[in-house]
């Protein structure tokens, strides 16, 4: 299932206001920041996890910077990633270097964090099967999106529609792994800004 896409705009009507026009054409940024709340839910050991915090997510040209936050703002973990490698830093333990973010996150946090994927699903932007983008359309009251990607399912769950540039609000991840379980990730994008 692909993401609903358009070139053109949707006229939207929302209860007690008048019509507005959304567009769904949108430019990807390349130099973005962006920090919002997580949910994660997976299984370790037989029994269900789940953690909460808050995320920072820095996107320039060749390098991605993610900071991960326990509900009191402690750094969890910082992942930053460059095409040549990626390293993982919790507090008190050695850092952790790979080529691939996606397997480093999954081995050194227990539960996948698809980070190669984020750059572009946190601005709504996905990849068919032929390897074209697909945008998400930022349609207001819309309660489902969704799409596969690298066999996660996404979920377009609310949109930002207010701001000048509309963007995804909240967005669902779940996929099935043999490490973790039935992984569930949500994030709430409370602050976008391109750069």
Aim: proline residues 8%.
């Amino acid at each position: 299932m692909l993401l609903a896409s358009c070139a053109s705009t949707v006229p939207t009507e929302q209860p007690g206001t008048s019509k507005q026009v959304i567009p769904t054409s949108r430019a990807y940024h390349e130099a973005i920041d962006m920090s919002g709340r997580l949910s994660i839910r997976y299984q370790a050991n037989g029994s269900e996890q789940a953690l909460h915090g808050s995320f920072n997510w820095s996107q320039r040209p060749g390098r991605i910077l993610v900071s991960l936050l326990s509900p009191l703002g402690q750094t969890m973990a910082t992942i930053e990633s460059t095409p040549a490698e990626t390293v993982l830093r919790q507090p008190g333990q050695a850092p952790r270097a790979a080529s691939d973010v996606d397997t480093l996150t999954a081995e050194t946090l227990g539960w996948p964090l698809p980070v190669s994927g984020l750059r572009h699903w946190l601005q709504g932007f996905a990849m068919d099967a032929n390897g074209r983008r697909v945008i998400a359309a930022p349609v207001p009251n819309a309660m489902l999106q969704a799409a596969e990607q690298d066999g996660w399912r996404l979920n377009y769950a609310s949109w930002n529609t207010d701001a000048a540039l509309p963007h995804p609000k909240r967005l669902d991840l779940q996929r099935t792994t043999a490490e973790a379980g039935d992984v569930d990730i949500r994030l709430i994008i409370d602050t976008f800004q391109p750069l």
